[in-house]
């Protein structure tokens, strides 16, 4: 049987749980790959949604073998703080933007730095 199955940082899992979803709490990118390999290695079938920020760090043999994968799909969903460098809000939001519609966006209020 397949289904959606989520994974993300502790602070969005209730969120998750009131949609009905399976949701995985994971504090590191460590965990967030021990599920996947888990999932990969048991066969199982469904779609993981998972946090950007541990999907930017995931190690690549991984994401090559999910991408491989005729049982287990997967995507990217916006998780909220970055993991890495700090990175604004704003920031956040043009890259989601960006990786959109393929086109950089600058804010209105943003001034151009000499």
């Known amino acids: 049987m397949s289904r959606l199955m989520v994974i ?18 994971a504090r590191t990118v460590d965990t967030a790959q021990e599920l996947v ?12 949604a998972i946090d950007d920020g541990f999907l930017k760090y995931m190690d690549n043999s991984l994401l090559r073998q999910l991408e491989v994968s005729e049982k287990l799909l997967y995507l990217a969903i916006p998780g909220g ?18 990786h959109a519609i393929g086109v950089y966006i600058t804010f209105k209020s943003e001034k151009e730095e000499k």
């Open 8 to 25: 993300v940082r502790p602070e969005l899992v209730s969120g998750f749980q009131l949609a009905g979803v399976s949701v995985y709490s």
């Open 81 to 98: 703080q970055a993991l890495g460098p700090q990175v604004s809000t704003r920031d956040r939001i043009a890259a989601l933007i960006r």
């Open 37 to 48: 390999r888990n999932w990969l290695d048991t066969g199982e079938t469904g779609l993981v």
